[in-house]
């Protein structure tokens, strides 16, 4: 790509003189771009309740023939009432869309836009400000600028950037305050706001679009927002917002202005002027238009003299109005001037899909579960003290039963211990784990609509992360269990058992994680936790054992991870054991003879069951990372 100096040629209307766009005094360079649209239309399939009130068309319009221009330097407001389409263009505009149909022309600098380079040189601000809780906010803003800037920038200049970006948006004074959850703990929504723009701005982005950055804020944080933004603006990047009810002082801000009535049509589309004077005077020429108020809110006031109840009143159309006026000829000479590249400017090109490649996403996103999972107590302190206490208890339960094999019964408490020990932690792993994953998810979302990596990249940190922790989680429980279970202490058996334990604790798991990546919420995940665990406990092996089974069930044990398990471990302990057993009515038996017989494990069995838990282990991790990669439950 070609890369054009900081400072915008670009003309940035009238308030040029006063807004004039600022060298960055970023470390970085970056290509300033136009992004100009002409007849976009948008529509989604017709919604079921509207059917059912007597629309007959199949498809819902929701953007009718807007055409516009965003340039360098220059801050525009998306403005209109609700339902107006103001997030709906934007997300048009931006490629956010995962339904719909969309016609119309979008280009760049006078190139057609191409969405996969589109999303390496522009940030989005959602208006739900979306992070990883459990990070820091310079934690946050690293990571965008390791997986979204150019693989050709060092560490050394990506983190001057990262601090360059923290004072820019005036959050260096919080680089070590922790992002937590909204309305929880952790920062506040002005803070989180600003944070948002952060993770965008480390992008480098050329182009940024931000959803309603002063939505729910108070004046004294909008103001502090509205900085931001001026300041991103004067880098010389082309920054769009959609303001719902601004507040003049907000209002004032803007440079531009294109508004949009409902139906999402346009009414208004250019500069505001020195006090918004441009604006009223547009609306001021207008038959039957009230002229506005000295002192009164220009944003309100046009918001009210352009209403549907206004349009009735005086029988006017204000989209065919500025269909016809000088204003939208002017805008439709900005866009043909936009349309053919400025001289010396090259299109957009990147040599791979991703900023980085696939081993520095593994490492990036490592890193930052890495973090996040070390800064989580409730969920990792927790799950350490259920393993301390499940072991203590289980092991008191069972106390030395390992010791004496003598009768049938004893036999039988042994295999009451393995059930408990492998399956009641287990499953403790697999519900708990699913609300972290359910809220990583919807920053991942974020995230893969930003193309900071491959969704595999993604599947993998945190499936390895979660494993590292249930090795230790495992190695912990086993050593407390088999100690005081008194197993019989020869290394191969120790190992048998303590493979085992570990293996079921990451099947548990990323069966959990493979649940949330499979359904649309959290909640649902755990119902079918619901369903299938207590299918697992039935044919586990204990309740009944195989022999036992009907036929036609019969192939379930072999599907249920737990039956392997407790297989393995009752094999690896006891299959080869040559001492007798008493059996109530009959004549004394070789354990491992009543093992094969009764419960149909054998020993030599135990290379399959290692085998198998590796395949189950694999399996589910391959469906969660491709369930994360293909499904998408975040409609727009």
Known sequence: MRVAQTKS??????????????????????????????????????PAEM???????????????????FRPGVLTALVGVSGAGKTTLMDVLAGRKTSGAIEGSITLSGYPKKQETFAR???????????SPNVTVYESILYSAWLRLSSDVDD?????????????????????????????DGLSTE???RLTIAVELVANPSIIFMDEPTSGLDARAAAIVMRTVRNTVNTGRTVVCTIHQPSIDIFESFDELLLLKRGGRVIYAGELGRHCDKLVEYFEEIPGVAK?????????????VSSTLAEAHLNINFAEIYANSVLHRKNQDLIKELGVPPPGYQDLSFPTKYSQNFYNQCVANFWKQYKSYWKNPPYNAMRYLMTLLDGVVFGTVFWQKGTKIESQQDLYNLLGATYAAVFFLGATNCFTVQPVVSIERTVFYREKAAGMYSPLSYALAQACMEIIYNILQGMLYTIL???????????????????????????????????????PSAMLASILVSFVLPLWNLFAGFLVVRTAIPIWWRWYYWANPVSWTIYGVVASQFGDHGGSLLVPGGSPMVVKQFLEDNLGVRHDFLGYVIIAHFAYIIAIFFVFGYSIKFLNFQKR
Not at 158 to 178: H, I, P, S
Not at 292 to 304: F, S
Request: proline share 3%.
């Open 191 to 193: 803070q989180r706001k």
């Open 121 to 131: 040189i522009s940030g989005y601000c959602e208006q739900i400000d979306i992070h």
């Open 292 to 304: 506005i108020t000295k002192g009164y809110n220009p944003a309100t006031w046009m918001l009210e």
């Open 156 to 184: 050394a200049t990506r983190k001057m950037f990262v601090e360059e970006v923290m004072t820019l948006v005036e959050l260096d004074v919080l680089r070590n305050a922790m992002v937590g959850l909204p309305g929880v």
């Open 51 to 69: 059917k059912e009130q007597g629309f007959t068309e199949s498809r819902l319009q929701l953007l009718s023939d807007i055409s516009g221009a």
């Open 9 to 46: 040629k670009f003309s940035t209307g009238a308030k040029e003189a006063t807004n004039k766009p600022a060298q960055s005094r970023t470390t970085l360079p970056f290509q300033p771009l136009s992004l100009s649209f002409n007849h976009i239309n948008y529509w989604v399939d017709m």
């Open 481 to 519: 269990i088999y100690v005081m279970i008194g197993y019989d202490w020869k290394v191969d058996k120790f190992f048998y058992f303590m493979f085992f334990i570990i293996a079921s604790f990451n099947y548990f798991t990323l069966f959990g994680m493979m649940l949330v990546a499979l359904t």
